[in-house]
């Protein structure tokens, strides 16, 4: 009987994501950045955080202690302020991030080439 590997869950499939404390530390920092980048509310910052530690969209309300309606509400002001086109892409931005800061690897230097 093994552990499960902590995953995000997108549309576009189920990612792991790693529980290390360098992560979850660099995972902080990109939440900080956005808050300040983003003007996150509190509420905001909570939904960015959980998104990125790899709650799925569909469990984010119970980890907020929220509703879903009110949920739906966070992640829609969240993507207006961070102009993603879904939770997914911002999601993925975020991990790019933390990777970045985590390894010094730029994966999004090639893509703005």
Same mark, same amino acid.
Not at 20 to 25: E, T
Not at 63 to 89: F, I, M, P, Q
């Given at each position: 009987m093994?552990?499960?590997?902590? =995953?995000?869950?997108? =549309?576009?499939?189920?990612?792991?994501?790693?529980? &290390? &404390?360098? *992560?979850?530390?660099f995972? @902080?920092e990109v939440v900080? &950045?956005? %808050?300040?980048r983003?003007?996150l509310?509190?509420?905001d910052?909570n939904?960015s955080? %959980?998104? *990125?530690?790899?709650? =799925?969209r569909d469990?984010?309300?119970a980890?907020?202690?929220?509703?879903?309606s009110?949920?739906k @509400?966070e992640?829609?002001?969240l993507l207006?302020?961070? #102009?993603d086109?879904?939770l &997914?892409a911002?999601v993925?931005?975020g991990?790019?991030?933390?990777?970045t800061?985590s390894?010094?690897?730029d994966?999004?230097?090639?893509? #703005?080439?």
């Amino acid at each position: 009987m093994g552990t499960a590997k902590p =995953s995000h869950e997108t =549309s576009s499939g189920t990612f792991p994501v790693a529980k &290390d &404390d360098k *992560l979850v530390a660099f995972t @902080n920092e990109v939440v900080r &950045d956005w %808050q300040t980048r983003y003007r996150l509310t509190g509420a905001d910052t909570n939904a960015s955080h %959980q998104s *990125l530690s790899g709650t =799925s969209r569909d469990k984010l309300a119970a980890a907020l202690g929220v509703t879903e309606s009110t949920a739906k @509400n966070e992640v829609h002001r969240l993507l207006k302020k961070t #102009r993603d086109v879904s939770l &997914d892409a911002a999601v993925i931005r975020g991990l790019r991030e933390v990777f970045t800061k985590s390894s010094g690897v730029d994966l999004g230097a090639h893509a #703005r080439r």
